[in-house]
């Protein structure tokens, strides 16, 4: 029955942000390279009747990238979205959105003009209901088609520049999977050739806020699909595990009891088909993953190669990057040395700091450790353990961010590995976000952990700090007015006092009441009591 009302509820909301949108994917717009669909609230592209945006140029970053990829104009996500669209919807104030009709993150109401804040938690910390109603909004993702957007099936040349469209429709959850597939895929050169060294997501700065930014959408993709405003991603503290603590059916899935690369029949996931995880397929074939399913999601945590994984993290490892000062370092890729973002990828030691190729640590232990879909990094995100990570993942980060308060000109301007300066856009996003949007602090971005806002120093700074400086600046005032007030209040009981007195005098001794008082007395003493 929840379920059925969730179905139901999906055709009152309209999705704003993400990968094609199914508006932008005919040949009249490929060929045009415009992307500026109508807002339904007027009719009008971008909004722009109601004032929320316009269609306007795409101008990209002209900051030099690393020497990593030696090739120009063979990868449709090379100065993205330029290969596609050059026209998009530039959004105005707080609007947001391929078509300006969404609120930008921490915004909301009709104007977007109410700030919102909402809190990530702790898994363990749901209640049964509020845990599975989580599961209950993976599984209507999963089941249903995304009436906004398509996915691409072939590379833009492949489509014969756009006049010939090859897009297929694909569910909300899967949507998402295929973005992480599309990021991190390998170039298509000529021939048969690959290229393998690239990945706009991974292995370079641009790995923290990009997650972020997924991780965001997602949470969007939800509160529209099920109306609830409210809902957040949940987290898993991985920190000190022993073993996968969720790998349970009442959480994300046991282990089959015959098979122990398959999920438990009990789990809600047994019957999920993975997309996205044969990429020596299509790269042999030059071809684009195309959603089409793949079997099912495979997991077996525990039995890998402990020689490169070892074990899970620790507290002290996280600590320890914590501690690193700088974000980025040296050629800013996986082989970079004291760099933070090196370091909690995985990719640098979390004991000193220094590159190993040998190891697979932090992030990448977590993924390594679940042998299994989530140990491919392009099909990784079919796990649904992969949203609870990355968001323990990108708590640390924002960890980092509110310890060391850093300029936005720390994030490397040039330089970087293609796609992860900061100037540079989003593959494969659309509308159109930097790297370096979103190089800031969480609660800039509308959310928080539970577990940050019970160790953040600067919420007493932040919040009950103020509140104590306004009373430090007006307490004398309040102490004067206190003493007047009780100076009145002691003289109007004095002459209430001797008033009754003399009074009492005048009557009679055998007339004295003392348990009643006449009209006139108790309205006296009434307006004393409101004074």
Same mark, same amino acid.
């Given at each position: 029955m929840?379920?059925?009302?969730?179905?139901?509820l999906?055709? &009152?909301?309209?999705?704003? =942000?993400?990968h094609?949108p199914?508006?932008?994917?005919?040949s009249?717009?490929?060929?045009?390279?415009?992307?500026?669909p109508?807002w +339904?609230?007027?009719?009008s592209?971008?909004?722009? #009747?109601?004032?929320?945006?316009?269609c306007? @140029?795409i101008?990209?970053?002209?900051?030099p990238?690393? %020497?990593?990829?030696?090739?120009?104009?063979?990868?449709d996500r090379?100065?993205?979205p330029?290969?596609?669209?050059?026209?998009t919807?530039?959004?105005t104030?707080n609007? +947001?959105?391929?078509n300006?009709g969404?609120?930008?993150?921490?915004?909301?109401?009709?104007?977007?003009?109410?700030? *919102?804040?909402l809190?990530?938690? !702790?898994i363990?910390?749901?209640?049964v209901?509020?845990?599975n109603k989580f599961?209950?909004?993976l599984t209507?993702?999963?089941?249903?088609?995304?009436?906004?957007y398509?996915?691409p099936?072939g590379?833009?040349?492949?489509?014969?520049n756009?006049?010939?469209?090859?897009?297929?429709?694909? /569910?909300?959850?899967?949507?998402?999977?295929?973005?992480h $597939?599309y990021?991190s895929?390998?170039?298509?050169?000529?021939?048969?050739?690959i290229w393998r060294d690239?990945?706009?997501?991974?292995?370079a %700065?641009?790995?923290?806020p990009w997650?972020?930014?997924?991780? #965001?959408?997602?949470?969007?993709e939800?509160r529209?699909?099920?109306g609830?405003?409210n809902?957040t991603?949940?987290y898993?503290?991985?920190?000190?595990?022993? !073993?996968?603590e969720?790998?349970t059916?009442e959480? #994300?899935g046991g282990?089959h009891?015959?098979?122990?690369?398959?999920?438990?029949?009990?789990?809600?996931f047994?019957?999920?088909q993975?997309?996205?995880?044969r &990429?020596?397929?299509?790269n042999s074939?030059?071809?684009l993953?195309?959603g089409?399913?793949e079997?099912?999601?495979?997991?077996?945590?525990?039995?890998? =190669?402990?020689?490169?994984t070892?074990?899970? %993290?620790s507290?002290? =490892?996280v600590?320890f990057?914590?501690?690193?000062t700088q $974000?980025?370092?040296?050629?800013m =890729?996986?082989?970079?040395?004291f760099?933070?973002?090196?370091?909690?990828?995985?990719?640098?030691s979390?004991?000193t700091?220094i590159?190993?190729?040998?190891q697979?640590?932090?992030?990448?232990?977590?993924h390594?450790?679940?042998?299994?879909?989530?140990?491919?990094?392009?099909?990784?995100?079919?796990?649904?353990?992969f949203?609870?990570?990355?968001?323990f993942v990108? &708590?640390?980060?924002?960890?980092?961010?509110?310890?060391?308060?850093?300029?936005?000109e720390v994030? %490397?301007?040039a330089?970087a590995p293609?796609g992860? /300066? *900061?100037?540079? $856009?989003?593959?494969?996003f659309?509308?159109? $976000?930097?790297?370096?949007d979103?190089?800031i602090?969480?609660k800039?971005?509308g959310?928080?952990?539970?577990y #940050?806002?019970?160790?953040?120093?600067g919420?007493?700074?932040n919040y009950?700090e103020?509140?104590?400086?306004?009373?430090s600046?007006i307490?004398?005032?309040?102490l004067g007015?206190?003493?007047?007030?009780?100076?009145?209040?002691?003289a109007?009981?004095?002459?209430?006092? *001797?008033?009754c007195?003399?009074?009492?005098?005048k009557q009679?001794?055998?007339e004295?009441?003392p348990?009643?008082?006449?009209? @006139?007395?108790?309205h006296s003493?009434?307006?004393? &009591?409101h004074?």
């Open positions: 929840f379920l059925a009302v969730l179905y139901c999906l055709w &009152s909301f309209q999705i704003s =942000d993400g094609f199914r508006a932008c994917a005919s009249k717009n490929l060929l045009a390279k415009e992307c500026c109508p +339904m609230g007027d009719g592209p971008c909004g722009q #009747l109601s004032g929320r945006g316009s306007q @140029d101008l990209l970053s002209s900051a990238s690393g %020497p990593q990829f030696p090739f120009k104009g063979v990868d090379e100065s993205w330029s290969v596609f669209y050059n026209r919807c530039q959004c104030g609007f +947001m959105g391929f300006c969404n609120c930008k993150f921490g915004f909301g109401g009709p104007n977007c003009t109410e700030k *919102r804040l809190i990530r938690r !702790n363990f910390d749901l209640s209901s509020e845990k599961f209950s909004y209507l993702a999963k089941h249903t088609i995304s009436s906004v398509v996915i099936t590379t833009y040349g492949q489509m014969n756009g006049s010939t469209p090859m897009f297929n429709d694909i /569910n909300m959850y899967d949507l998402f999977v295929w973005m $597939y990021v895929r390998d170039t298509l050169l000529e021939g048969s050739e690239i990945d706009f997501a991974h292995e %700065p641009g790995f923290l997650h972020r930014l997924f991780l #965001l959408l997602w949470e969007q939800i529209e699909l099920t609830d405003e809902f991603i949940p898993w503290d991985w920190r000190d595990a022993e !073993n996968c969720i790998c059916d959480y #994300l282990r009891p015959e098979n122990p690369n398959l999920l438990s029949p009990a789990s809600f047994s019957s999920w993975i997309i996205c995880s &990429s020596e397929e299509y074939h030059q071809v993953c195309d089409t399913p079997g099912p999601l495979l997991r077996n945590p525990g039995n890998h =190669d402990k020689a490169k070892p074990r899970l %993290p507290s002290a =490892d600590e990057c914590l501690s690193l $974000y980025e370092s040296g050629s =890729d996986r082989t970079a040395n760099s933070f973002r090196n370091t909690l990828e995985g990719f640098a979390p004991l700091g590159a190993d190729p040998s697979s640590s932090m992030h990448n232990a977590l390594i450790f679940m042998n299994g879909t989530m140990s491919q990094v392009q099909g990784s995100a079919n796990d649904p353990i949203l609870l990570h990355h968001a990108d &708590s640390i980060f924002e960890q980092w961010l509110r310890r060391h308060r850093p300029l936005l994030y %490397p301007e330089n293609i992860h /300066n *900061r100037d540079s $856009y989003m593959v494969p659309i509308p159109l $976000y930097r790297n370096g979103f190089f602090t969480s800039d971005l959310y928080d952990y539970s #940050l806002q019970e160790s953040d120093p919420f007493y700074r009950i103020p509140y104590l400086e306004q009373a600046r307490w004398p005032w309040l007015a206190a003493l007047v007030g009780a100076v009145i209040a002691a109007l009981s004095g002459l209430s006092s *001797r008033l007195h003399q009074k009492k005098k009679p001794q055998e004295r009441q348990l009643l008082m006449d009209k @006139d007395d108790y003493l009434l307006y004393q &009591s004074l």
